[in-house]
Every structure is written in C-alpha cells, then in structure tokens.
C-alpha cells in the first residue's frame, strides 16, 4: 500500500510539473512572439486568423520593410500578395515555438533556449528596434521560471503553480503601470548607446572623414599626409567633388534628416527622374539643353572618370558636380541629395560620366538658360523641376529661430523675400563680402564661453573652411535661399595639370574641403566658394555675368520661408540617422550586459571544455605510457564510463607495479575509453526519448482518465 501511494504521488508530480512546464513555455513564447510583432509593427486587429498564411508572411514582411526604411532607410525588396495582416503568421509561430520549449524543458536541455535568448538580446540592438517593456519583461520572466524549474527537478507541487502564475500576474500588472512603463520606454539612453555605438563601427567599416561629416565640435583642422583616393580621367579637369552633405542644423553642427524623409521621397523622386531629371546630374543636362545635344549623343563632353577610394571615408559615392551619368552598383541614393555605398565592407571602386567644367561657369549657363527660346525638352524639364523646387525649398530654407536672431543681429535684416528670396546676385555679394571682411582664416582657434558651434564665425571671427561654410550656409538660408553643407574633396587646375590621360592621380588628403552649395530655381545646386585661400586655388565663376535678370527666382507664389515661426523640429533633432525609437528602452543597456555576460558563458564553458580535453590528450597520446594507461583509467572513473574487467586489471597492474605498458596496450585502452564514451551518449539520448514517449503517454492517460470519471457526467 505504501509503495503505492508513493508511486501516485511521484505520477502526480510526473503531471504537475508538466502542467507547469507547458505555462512557463507559454510565457516565454509570448514574450519572444510579442518581440517579433513589436519588430514588424504589428497592429491589433482582434483576429488571431486572417486571411492565408503566406498572404501574413507578406505583410509582416512588407511592414517591416516599411520600418526599416523609415528609421535607417534600409532598403528591402516588398512582396507583392500580401495579406490584411500578421496575425495568421504570427499565430502559427506561438503555437509551434510553445511545443518547442515545451519539449526542451521536458528534456531538461535548457542550454537550447540559447537559440531564443542570444537573437532575443541582439538582434533588437542590431536593427534598432526591440520588444516593448511588457514582452521583454515576459521573456525574461519566462527564462528565470524555466531555470528555476530545473532546479525542482520535477518536484512541483499545486503550490509551486501558484507561485508560477502569480509571478506571471505581477509581471503583467507592474509592466503596464503608466510610470513604470515611461520609464521603461525612455529613449535616450538607448539612442546615445546605439549612436555612439554604430558611429564607432562606422568608423572601423569606412574609415574616419577628417572634417567630422558636419561635427563642429572640432577647432583644429589636422588631415594626415595620405592619398585620399586615385582619380582616373580620360580629360583630366578641376573639380568640386561632393561627399557628405548636411541637409540639416543639429545642435553641434549639420547632419542628415531622419530616415523616413529619404524614404518617403523615393516614389516621387523616382517620378521625377522617369521624366529625364536626375538630381545628382541636374547641371549637365542644362548644360546639354542649353548646347542643344540633350536626346542625342554628346561625345566631344564625355569624360570617363573612375575612381578608387583609399585613405578618404568610404562610406560616400564621390561625385562632381558635373556627373552626367553612369550606373554605380552597390550605391544608394538619399533623396537626391548625396549617394553611399551598399557594398560589404564598403564600395571603393566606381566609374561614371562627367561633362567639362561647369561650376566654374555656372553663372553664364544660368544666364543661356533663360534666355533660350522655349522647346518640347525644355518645357518637360521645367514641369519636372518644378516638382523638384517645391520640395527643395520646403526642405532646405529652414533654420532655427535662434539661428535667425543671431544672423539678424551680425549681417542685418534679411531683405525683401516677396518672390521667395532676394536676387541670387546680392546674395552671394553679402556672403562673400562679410566672410572677406569680417572673417580671419585660421586652422586652430577656440570658442568663448556661450558660443554656438554653428554660427561661432560671427562671434570669433575666425575659423577654417568648416566654420567658413557652415556659416555660409545659414546666411543663403536667411535671404531665403536654399543651402546645404558640403564636404569633399577638390581636384584643383593644378592637379589637373600634374594628370596624365587614362592614368591614375593620387588625390591627396589634403584636398579635403568643406563648402556650401545653394539652389539655383532652374538650375540645380552649384557651389559657392567663401574662403580666401580656396577661390585662389579653384576657378571661379563671374557673378556679374548671367544673375543680372532678378525675374528668375523661386515660382512660388507664397515660399515657404517663414525663418521667424518654425515649427519644424529637424533643425532640433539629435537623432541623425535614427527616428526616436519609440520601443527601445532603457532596459537596453540592461540586455546588452546579459547579451555580454550570456556570450562571456558560452566562451567559458567552450574554453573549459576544449582547454580540459586537449589537456586529457596531451596525456593520452603523451611519450610516457604508463602515465597515459592511469589517466585514462581516472578519465574513464572521472566521466561514469563503463569499465570492463580486462581494462580494470591492465590499470590496476600499470598503478600498482613498476610495469610499464607497451604501446598496443596504451592504444587498446584509448579505444576502449572512446567506445565506452559513444555508449554512453547513446544511452543518455534513448533516456530521453524515452522521458518524452511517457510524458506524452501520461498526458494522453490523464486525458483519457478525466473523460472516463462518472462525475463529470452527471454535473458533480
């Protein structure tokens, strides 16, 4: 009788502790499962099943697409047939992986939900977004309850349920209390974590520019003595070669916008350039209206221009102004505006087209423009332009309203902007005039207390081709002009001089330049160059040639050009690359440590075992075979191995003589110990399997059982 009742109490915990096993793998599911929603954008719809399964593989797909271009503007391919939603997908995904760690934790393997956790800690760091509070706190519950459930052994009583539910409970409830989950959810030590992060990979993948791409925290202007990159032409000429540009004011100098800005430009950009119209070779196909030779072909232009980027930042395409065409593979173009490489690591090696110098003679193709009689290229151009400007000048006249004030009180008013900015002439006059006068060229300086980095050139009075531009830029912003901050490299006349046709041109570091650029209504975006010692170095064009006509501005009736009330907040946004992400936490910091201590772990237990066996063979197959016979022996007794009567004797006879082995006898024991070791794993897995075939019979008996009991039938 005894044995008996110990027997059903051993079944009952057979069945309690599986009973618990199946919440806990149902908890953890729904924090993994609600991880991966939260990564695709899931939106509630109150259906579990909708619509096919491939259809919700679709949209999951396409959504996250979505999320990824608008946040780093990574670009994935959609899918067409996509469903209503990802719940179908989604669903099935809970139920299979619920069986899965279900049948982990039967078999008492929990070093396999290292599949679940490692991508769990990571991959949310890595693409930037991440499961909210609630299912990163269920995760991590689900694993704790997982561990500690090991620790039972199978000893689970009705109690120990309780315990495990009412864990569940409190997870819930203090998750979703309004503070707690602010706080949870507070972006910015996640986002200084990943900005510092990535810059610094960044930094390794492409190499560091030396300006800072826009950082004006810097009041010393170093470049090291290197080739920045290898320059091929077929007709070697000067140019202004774009890399980096600063779309817009942040706090410590320029950056790009947010994602989603690129992103969501890509379909009307597209449309424009179906029309003929590509922004990155805009002055060349003016340049061509205006000779006549656009539709046909224009060899006597062409120039082949290859280049090969060395100690420069490889993370930018490197274009002149005067690129006419050409496919760059592994490149992506941000909104028209600069181009980087897609390539792993990075893309080095590209080629194009360029047409002969045209910034140095901008202003006289401006002035031929307007003053060519109307045609059918013309006409389809100046409708696709037009297009062009109005998001140009929404995105490019912007400024901070402190920017404005500053600028007010050092260069004056502004100046009547009633057709969208004052004459581009006086413009570049008041620019060029003030930084000739007003400001002193110096490659190391320092800021007084209270300066702004952005504007520091009209506290100072000093600063080098950064501050130089940066400065330039804010001021065609202020006369309504729009402007963007550039940095590149030059190819000087002289450097011209020094090539040779076909062969390749070490371009020095040292040509890196910071410059502004504005847009010209019509035109397209040519450089302004501000500082002294660079306008002697390129050639310039004549201003007082082609800008005399003021009738050729801005076509919109009302600009938008309102510098005193701004109410877009780019100029404010410390986020650079990333959109304030709403669901990484401050608990990323948090699972980046267990990510950490997770892989610090996993490389322990990898060394000990790896350092222990090579230690164990470095014996076994050792010049001293009677040490080798003991220490197998020891390995063997060490590792609960089966131990035969013969390889007993031959150890006990090599232990407790002075006999020493030969080495077939060393060489049968080795075998022995490693066939013994195969039966061993073998035995261990049919245990298992065998753990499993009853667990799931005492389930289908509990089943059958609950069925079979007259009180359910008659309502007791």
Same mark, same amino acid.
């Given at each position: ?7 059903? &109490? ?91 760690? $279900? ?153 790009? $916008? ?42 006597? &232009? ?20 005067? $690129? ?45 423009? $307007? ?47 009633? &057709? ?250 080795? &075998? ?45």
């Amino acid at each position: 009788m005894d044995g008996l009742e110990y027997t059903d &109490k051993t079944k009952g915990n057979k069945y309690l502790n599986a009973i618990a096993q199946l919440i806990i793998s149902i908890i953890l599911t729904w924090g993994f499962v609600g991880a991966i929603a939260d990564i695709g954008g899931y939106i509630r719809t109150g259906k579990i099943i909708e619509g096919g399964y491939q259809k919700s593989i679709t949209f999951f797909w396409n959504n996250f697409a979505d999320i990824m271009g608008n946040k780093d503007y990574v670009l994935l391919t959609k899918k067409l047939g996509e469903g209503s939603s990802s719940s179908t997908f989604l669903t099935v995904t809970f139920i299979l992986m619920v069986v899965i760690v $279900f049948l982990i934790m039967i078999l008492g393997s929990l070093k396999f939900l290292l599949v679940f956790a490692i991508p769990y800690f990571t991959v949310p760091f890595i693409l930037g977004l991440g499961p909210n509070a609630f299912h990163l706190t269920l995760f991590v519950c689900g694993l704790a309850l997982a561990v500690v459930n090991k620790r039972f052994k199978g000893n689970v009583s009705l109690w120990n349920i309780g315990a495990v539910l009412l864990v569940f409970l409190i997870v819930i409830n203090v998750s979703n209390i309004g503070f707690v989950r602010q706080k949870l959810e507070s972006p910015q030590i996640s986002t200084k974590i990943n900005k510092s992060i990535h810059t610094k990979l960044d930094d390794l993948r492409y190499g560091k520019s030396p300006l800072g791409e826009g950082d004006l925290t810097s009041f010393v202007r170093q470049v090291p003595k290197e080739t920045a990159m290898q320059v091929t032409m077929d007709k070697p000429q000067s140019m202004y070669i774009r890399g980096f540009v600063g779309d817009t004011r942040k706090n410590d100098g320029w950056g790009i $916008f947010e994602c989603s800005k690129y992103y969501g430009s890509i379909q009307t950009l597209q449309e424009i350039k179906n029309t003929g119209l590509e922004p990155h070779s805009q002055l060349a196909k003016v340049d061509r209206l205006v000779s006549g030779a656009d539709g046909g072909s224009d060899k006597a &232009k062409a120039n082949h221009v290859k280049m090969v980027t060395k100690d420069a930042s490889s993370k930018y395409i490197y274009m002149p102004y005067e $690129f006419s065409g050409g496919v760059i593979k592994d490149s992506k173009d941000w909104g028209g505006s600069f181009v980087t490489g897609t390539k792993f690591p990075s893309t080095k090696e590209y080629e194009y087209q360029v047409t002969e110098p045209i910034t140095e003679k901008w202003t006289e193709l401006y002035g031929k423009f $307007f003053t060519k009689p109307l045609n059918k290229d013309i006409e389809t151009y100046f409708k696709a332009e037009s297009e062009l400007n109005v998001d140009i000048y929404k995105k490019y006249t912007k400024m901070d309203s402190m920017d404005v004030t500053i600028l007010r009180h050092y260069i004056g008013e502004p100046g009547n902007q009633e &057709k969208g900015h004052i004459a581009y002439s006086d413009a570049i006059h008041k620019v060029l005039d003030y930084m000739d006068k007003e400001v002193d060229y110096t490659e190391r300086f320092k800021l007084g207390k209270g300066d702004n980095t952005a504007t520091s050139v009209f506290t100072t009075n000093r600063g080098y081709d950064v501050q130089y531009a940066s400065a330039a830029t804010l001021m065609f912003r202020y006369y309504g002009i729009p402007a963007r901050y550039v940095e590149g490299y030059i190819l000087t006349p002289d450097n011209a001089k020094h090539m040779q046709a076909g062969k390749a041109f070490d371009l020095p570091l040292s040509n890196v330049h910071a410059w502004t650029e504005i847009y010209v209504d019509g035109l397209g975006w040519v450089p302004v160059e501000t500082v002294p010692k660079y306008k002697e170095m390129m050639n310039q064009p004549d201003y007082s040639k082609g800008l005399e006509n003021n009738t050729n501005l801005n076509p919109f009736e009302q600009p938008p050009n309102d510098n005193d009330n701004q109410d877009d907040n780019d100029s404010n946004d410390d986020g650079g690359q990333e959109i304030e992400q709403m669901r990484m936490n401050i608990l990323m910091k948090i699972i980046i440590v267990v990510a950490i201590i997770l892989l610090i772990i996993l490389l322990y237990l990898f060394l000990s075992w790896y350092l222990e066996r090579r230690a164990w063979e470095k014996v076994f197959k050792g010049s001293d075979r009677k040490l080798a016979v003991c220490a197998l022996f020891q390995y063997m007794r060490n590792k609960d191995l089966n131990v035969s009567s013969d390889v007993r004797e031959l150890a006990e006879k090599t232990s407790y003589s002075s006999y020493v082995p030969n080495e077939h006898e060393r060489t049968y024991m080795y &075998k022995m110990m490693k066939i013994e070791k195969k039966q061993k794993k073998a035995m261990i897995k049919q245990n298992r399997r065998n753990s499993v075939t009853s667990a799931l019979k005492a389930l289908r008996k509990t089943s059958l059982l609950d069925k079979n009991k007259p009180g359910r039938k008659n309502g007791q």
